[in-house]
């Protein structure tokens, strides 16, 4: 009989962020992940990840088709500890660093806007929220979409309209081409570790459940 007690096996984190869905992008968002708490955050890895160049009218909807096959694949990887799916993208803007929050839960654009409202790496200007939606007809929106700019995903709703996990756009604008800087390396992480206290502490209290500890509870422990 053993003498040696058996350790628990450590808990998965539950929260997935993936990178490198457009393959421009990968090099950017490994050097964001590289700055993440792993056992906070998995990474999922698109290995072969798909222009993200916007297509032209006539090629739009092979465009649409290639970004439904490639999110399908992503709920393969989703397991039941993830309770937040997180998507970093890359854009540029010589105006950044900047970034959109793109989700479908109106309460989430809520908390990340108040807890945006200071100084620091995640500040009032610098991020905007945008509500997914299934239409942009103006006449089927829910009233408190007029709150917030909307867009229509190009990925399957089977992925972004869930509560469970939630899913999260994330995309950084850098100045130029490349991996990005490390100031926009810094927003990045301050802004995934943001949105995942708003949806673990909505989640939680939907759940009647006590909060787990934020980002912002932990640097004060």
């Given at each position: 009989m053993s003498l040696l007690k058996r350790l628990a096996p450590a808990p998965?984190?539950?929260?997935?962020?993936?990178?490198?869905?457009?393959?421009?992008?990968?090099?950017?968002?490994?050097?964001?992940?590289?700055?993440?708490?792993?056992?906070?955050?998995?990474?999922?890895?698109?290995?072969?990840?798909?222009?993200?160049?916007?297509?032209?009218?006539?090629g739009r909807a092979a465009f649409r088709d290639r970004h439904h096959a490639l999110y399908l694949q992503v709920l393969d990887h989703v397991t039941r500890e993830h309770r937040l799916l997180i998507d970093l993208h890359a854009g540029l803007d010589e105006r950044g660093p900047r970034a959109d929050v793109l989700c479908a839960e109106a309460k989430l654009l809520e908390c990340l806007v108040s807890e945006t409202a200071q100084d620091g790496p995640v500040s009032a200007g610098k991020v905007r929220g945008v509500r997914l939606v299934a239409s942009t007809d103006l006449t089927v929106l829910a009233p408190e979409t007029e709150a917030w700019p909307v867009a229509?995903?190009?990925?399957?709703?089977?992925?972004?309209?869930?509560?469970?996990?939630?899913?999260?756009?994330?995309?950084?604008?850098l100045?130029?081409?490349?991996?990005?800087?490390?100031?926009?390396?810094?927003?990045?992480?301050?802004?995934?570790?943001?949105?995942?206290?708003?949806?673990?502490?909505?989640?939680?209290?939907?759940?009647?459940a006590t909060p787990l500890v934020t980002d912002r509870q932990a640097s004060a422990l």
């Open positions: 998965r984190p539950e929260i997935l962020v993936i990178i490198g869905a457009h393959r421009d992008e990968r090099a950017f968002g490994e050097r964001v992940v590289a700055g993440l708490d792993p056992a906070r955050f998995a990474v999922l890895r698109i290995e072969q990840g798909i222009r993200g160049d916007r297509p032209t009218p006539e229509r995903p190009e990925i399957p709703e089977a992925v972004w309209n869930r509560d469970d996990p939630r899913y999260v756009g994330v995309e950084v604008y100045r130029r081409p490349g991996d990005g800087a490390p100031e926009e390396w810094r927003l990045a992480q301050a802004l995934i570790r943001r949105i995942a206290g708003c949806v673990l502490e909505l989640q939680s209290a939907r759940l009647g």
